[in-house]
């Protein structure tokens, strides 16, 4: 006999409850100590001022998931802008579920929660980016409808870099 599915629910955090920053904390730092996060755990001052930063940004999303009322996954999004459709993206940043909450669903439920929070800001689409490596979080965006991306076939599909304009911690997205 399987084990009960656990009652899962999304929540947009507001991220003043102390509840919902500790979820924030808990979940990202895991999320930076596996692997497809880096394997590194992230600085405690960074997990200390996380939650009042992304509270003060105007443009910033951050979804929780529950399961049996126990955090079990994290979605960070934030508003950009698209020239080419002079209108406003949601860009995912994190997307986590820990280890022993995965195959629930738990990602699909946050993805379509992001969708909606596009849908109801006018976003013209989502954005996200996946480590080339990450099979299994690359099957869970092509099932919710993501795709890579690229204008023309010949000049091939965008890929996402960076420059570092300050020290970074270890994986850091």
């Known amino acids: 006999m399987s084990p009960a599915q656990p009652n899962i629910e999304v929540v947009e955090a507001d991220l003043g409850l102390p509840e919902h920053a500790a979820a924030l904390r808990l979940l990202l730092d895991d999320y930076a100590r596996d692997p497809m996060g880096g394997g590194e755990p992230l600085p405690s001052d960074v997990l200390e001022r996380l939650p009042l930063a992304l509270a003060q940004r105007t ?10 009322g126990e955090p079990a996954g994290l979605l960070n999004a934030f508003e950009g802008f698209s020239t080419f459709y002079c209108a406003p993206l949601l860009n995912i940043h994190d997307v986590t579920v820990p280890e022993r909450w995965r195959g629930l669903g738990i990602a699909d439920r946050l993805l379509a929660a992001a969708e909606a929070i596009a849908r109801r800001t ?52």
């Open 59 to 68: 443009d910033s999303y951050t979804l929780i998931a529950y399961a049996d």
């Open 122 to 173: 006018g976003c013209c689409k989502l954005t996200l980016e996946v480590l080339a490596g990450n099979a299994r979080a690359q099957a869970v965006y092509r099932r919710c409808g993501f795709s890579g991306y690229q204008l023309d076939p010949h000049t091939g599909q965008a890929l996402f870099w960076q420059k570092a304009l300050t020290e970074q911690p270890a994986g850091a997205g």
